[in-house]
Nanobody
Framework: QEQVKESGGGSVQAGGSLRLSCDGS????????MGWFRQRSGKEREAVAA????????YYADSVKGRFTISRDNAKKMSYLQMNDLEPDDTATYYC????????????????????WGQGTQVTVSS
């Protein structure tokens, strides 16, 4: 089964950092745009960041610009989300997702454009 697997979540204090990893070794990783989404308790899943197949273009939600950085290593079939200056509102379950369609423009944030998802990794930020 094609899937991605997230890791790296945990509990940190506000202002701290975490690096999330996404293992895409089960599929043709380099052909997919990769995205990170999050879902806070009682709220809908929202887009956080995305990166094109070759890593040349990145997209970010306004709420994380300047704090989060998405990257990928196609040789290792891995995607990463470096999260700095974490805030309590960043507390959520974070999901990695793969998208074989274009992720240019506004399409990067549309959840239905993504083909498969990881199980999620929990991030908790305390004040």
């Amino acid at each position: 089964q094609e899937q991605v697997k997230e890791s790296g979540g945990g509990s940190v204090q506000a202002g701290g950092s975490l690096r999330l990893s996404c293992d895409g070794s089960s599929f043709s990783f380099g052909r997919y745009c990769m995205g990170w989404f999050r879902q806070r308790s009682g709220k809908e899943r929202e887009a956080v960041a995305a990166i094109t197949t070759g890593g040349g273009t990145t997209y970010y939600a306004d709420s994380v610009k300047g704090r989060f950085t998405i990257s990928r290593d196609n040789a290792k079939k891995m995607s990463y989300l470096q999260m700095n200056d974490l805030e309590p509102d960043d507390t959520a379950t974070y999901y990695c997702a793969a998208n074989w369609k274009t992720c240019d423009g506004d399409l990067w944030s549309v959840t239905t454009r993504y083909d498969f998802w990881g199980q999620g990794t929990q991030v908790t930020v305390s004040s």
